[in-house]
């Protein structure tokens, strides 16, 4: 893997959090507008309906358009592609905010768009931000700096829910909506500010079709991270309904309210916090893949255990402590898997292995979405949980049956360990002259 340049290395620190300071205050605002549509839309329209087809819009992007929005990553400037991605975002808010402000109710056809294009920027953004952090910090501390900015995602999950609760209750939903705005001008200035390296495939000529081949072609090549990767889509399928039913978990099983339901979501997100932490200051492992599987058993069991409590307040204590358990685990999972994928391929190609990857991890959750309702009113949501916490369960099981998978950090390590040792050797050998 290629390094940063030196230049970038002697100011790496300032520059990351500057970058990792603007993706907290642009997260956080977009989060907060996010909260906000899907509030006003159980307010105004009371269907489940809706609000699946809002999760689905949510999740299609991500499936459909990853394979070809790698390429275009590899090949077009990183800063600016961020820039016009948050910019794209703030339009359609006013766009929605002036609709708000002239009619009683906002256009449910407008919504859904808006929703879309976030969706979109937002498929665009993630591996974009992936493929740029192996270039702004030194190899050794790409785990550290992947838990930080988990960290910061969890933070905006905690913060986002409770602070869009208050302001949805204070202010006018068309003018809630700017906040979209202000979260874009404050990121992109902060953008501005920060120095984003080049990488080589920068400004090459796109073929999207070989190009998408290509990723999958270097996914498939490298058999353990492929296996990894399917395991990781079976476990996305197996977990996707137990995710979207949480609400409904907490306010029909256990007899809870809205309030509870929102209790539930931050206490996951407070134990992401207290795992992006730990990793953000401790993650230097020389085998990744343990605490990954570690991650594996820990959300298996909680969830799992979740299905069997009593439908009573005590229930719901266990309940929350099992989810801020889980939501402890979950950065070990996808933060530690990101620092590995980061450092098995270079910088120029990232782009389009990850948008593959990403689709691929993905592609299962709306099928997993389609059958979660219309199963859990056949059995109960509380089984849901139950098959949920088994199916992960078993694909930790599997991960570590198969060498490849469960030595994969081990063989990874070696090869860097391999390079850096081939490097060093060139600038320390020095042939001797020949006189003539």
């Given at each position: ?60 992007p991500m499936v ?25 975002v703030a339009i ?319 063989a990874l390590q ?23």
């Open positions: 893997m290629e390094n940063p340049p030196s230049f970038e290395l002697k100011n790496w620190r300032k520059n990351f959090y500057l970058f990792l300071s603007g993706q907290f205050l642009s997260g956080i605002t977009s989060m907060l507008v996010q909260y906000s549509i899907i509030w006003y839309l159980t307010k105004a329209t009371g269907s489940a309906t809706i609000l699946s087809f809002a999760t689905l819009l949510g999740m299609i459909v358009l990853s394979p070809f929005v790698g390429p275009l990553i590899d090949r077009w400037n990183k800063k600016t592609l961020l820039i016009i991605t948050d910019i794209i359609f808010a006013v766009f929605l905010s002036i609709a708000g402000t002239i009619s009683a109710d906002f256009p449910l056809w407008l919504v859904f768009v808006s929703l879309f294009i976030r969706s979109v920027a937002q498929t665009f953004q993630m591996p974009t931000i992936q493929s740029i952090l192996p270039t702004m910090v030194p190899e050794s501390e790409i785990t550290r700096v992947n838990g930080q900015l988990g960290t910061v995602q969890s933070a905006n999950f905690i913060i986002a829910p409770a602070l869009g609760a208050f302001l949805f209750s204070i202010i006018p939903m068309n003018l809630l909506i700017l906040f979209d705005v202000l979260g874009a001008f404050l990121g992109v200035g902060m953008l501005l500010l920060v120095t984003i390296p080049q990488v080589v495939s920068e400004g090459e000529k796109v073929h999207l079709l070989t190009d998408s081949k290509f990723g999958l072609q270097k996914l498939l090549e490298n058999k353990g991270l492929w296996y990894i990767t399917i395991i990781g889509a079976v476990f996305t399928l197996i977990f996707m309904p137990a995710a979207s039913l949480y609400p409904l978990m907490t306010m029909d099983y256990f007899n809870g309210t809205v309030g509870q339901a929102g209790l539930i979501e931050v206490i996951y997100s407070v134990g992401m916090l207290g795992g992006g932490a730990i990793i953000g200051i401790f993650g230097k492992w020389k085998d990744r893949m343990k605490p990954i599987l570690a991650a594996y058993g820990l959300i298996g069991i909680t969830i799992g255990l979740s299905g069997y409590l009593p439908g009573n307040s005590r229930g719901f204590i266990l309940f929350v402590g099992l989810n801020a358990i889980a939501g402890f685990a979950t950065p070990f999972f996808n933060t530690l898997l990101m620092a590995m994928i980061q450092q098995s391929y270079e910088p120029k190609y990232l782009g389009r292995i990850l948008g593959v990857l990403n689709s691929l991890m993905s592609i299962t959750g709306p099928v997993g979405l389609i059958f979660a309702g219309p199963l859990a009113d056949k059995i109960g949501v509380e089984k849901i949980f139950i098959i949920a916490g088994v199916g992960t369960l078993i694909c930790g099981v599997i991960t570590f049956l198969i060498p490849a998978t469960r030595n994969y950090d081990k070696e090869k860097l360990a391999t390079k850096k040792y081939k490097k060093r050797s060139r600038f320390l050998y020095r042939p001797p002259k020949v006189r003539p």
